[in-house]
């Protein structure tokens, strides 16, 4: 019998389960090893923060996913990786050792990208820490007007800000959003129309851009590029994903920012028994390497090649979308949509955001 591990309960394992549940995976025993016992379904969140959802609809029970597929569920987090013996440590020192490993363990933030964020900044990843946290934050809220700065003008940071400030404007104490957006701006990959949709959507909201880069935060403060110091006695980090550090060791290829180097068939350059998706993955043959990997759109195909690469059968190339749908939530029950030059914004958006989000949560044993 091969060991099969699964590092992580990202979007692409939940497939992997789903479809061991439908039909075991012969001749393998497989583990998946993950750090909470749910998957906090990120699409949602910022619905969640708005106040449209309870937290018990975003999430997925990855526990009881994992009995359905006959896969033994371990909570940990693994904390070494040594390619050449095929052993994953965790943080409590657990060895687990495998012939195939599949790597989706989801985002990971820098939390020194910035001074003083590691000590003063609540940040969007891990999302389980965020949702906890943020509780307190709308406590605070409850008892006094806060200034509240949200870092990163990219698709989450927009969704987070505007979401921040139509929750915050319910409570009635006043509050006020800022968006840290960087010199580009917010949304500055994506086409002018939905750029242009989403400025709109800040000022209604009365979210203030600030066209710069965070340099520092301390306490009661974030400090600009440009020497500003801006009072903040909330400032949220919603920057740009890292590769998690235990990759920098691991033995296997990696790119300049230190994530997975993948093929087609989502295999490592470098060792083949090891697979890779999500955010801790680029795909090496595609235009945008970083952003060609979707992980709910590459759960099928790796699902299908981990079954064969225990058993027999030709893997199968991925081929990542030139184009990805995004439906960017603005804070109340309006949504913008994109899909590369085209956009289109209203409450119909907002529902079929709704409907695919709910079916996906609902498609793997949550109750959306």
């Not at 000590?119 to 406590?139: G, K």
């Not at 994530?259 to 350059?269: D, I, N, R």
């Amino acid at each position: 019998m091969k060991r099969l591990l699964l590092a992580g309960g990202g979007h692409a394992h939940v497939h992997v389960l789903q479809d061991a549940a439908r039909e075991a995976i012969a001749g393998a025993t497989v583990t998946l090893v993950t750090p909470f016992p749910r998957q906090m379904y990120s699409g949602m969140l910022p619905g969640w923060v708005a106040g449209h959802y309870q937290v018990g609809q975003i999430v997925i029970p990855l526990p009881a996913l994992a009995q359905a597929a006959r896969v033994q569920f371990i909570e940990g987090r693994i904390a070494a990786l040594d390619a050449a013996r095929r052993v994953a440590t965790l943080a409590d020192g657990r060895e687990i050792g495998y012939d195939l490993l599949s790597l989706d363990t989801g985002p990971v933030m820098n939390r020194d990208a910035i001074p003083g964020a590691r000590e003063h900044a609540l940040f969007l990843r891990p999302v389980e820490h965020f949702v906890t946290l943020f509780e307190q934050v709308l406590d605070r809220a409850a008892r006094k007007p806060l200034d509240v700065g949200v870092v990163g003008g990219g698709a989450g940071g927009v969704e987070i800000a505007l979401a921040l400030a139509w929750r915050l404007h319910r409570l009635g104490t006043g509050a006020r959003v800022a968006l840290v957006a960087g010199a580009d701006g917010p949304l500055s990959g994506f086409c002018p129309a939905v750029r242009a949709r989403a400025i709109a959507a800040l000022k209604a909201r009365r979210v203030t851009v600030l066209p710069f880069d965070a340099a520092e935060i301390g306490p009661g403060f974030v400090r600009l590029d440009n020497g500003t110091r801006v009072a903040c006695d909330v400032p949220l980090l919603a920057i740009g994903t890292s590769a998690p550090p235990w990759l920098r060791h691991s033995g296997l290829a990696l790119d300049e920012r230190g994530f997975v180097q993948t093929g087609p068939t989502l295999q490592s350059l470098s060792h083949p028994e090891v697979f890779a998706a999500g955010d801790v993955a680029t795909r090496q043959d595609a235009p945008h390497p970083k952003s060609g990997v979707h992980a709910v759109r590459a759960g099928p195909p790796l699902a299908l090649n981990l079954r064969r690469a225990v058993g027999v059968g030709e893997l199968q190339p991925h081929v990542p979308q030139p184009r990805t749908l995004y439906l960017l939530a603005t804070g109340t029950k309006h949504a913008i949509a994109s899909w590369g030059r085209w956009s289109a914004a209203g409450r119909w958006v907002w529902w079929w955001k709704d409907h695919i989000d709910r079916g996906f949560i609902r498609r793997y044993g949550g109750s959306a």
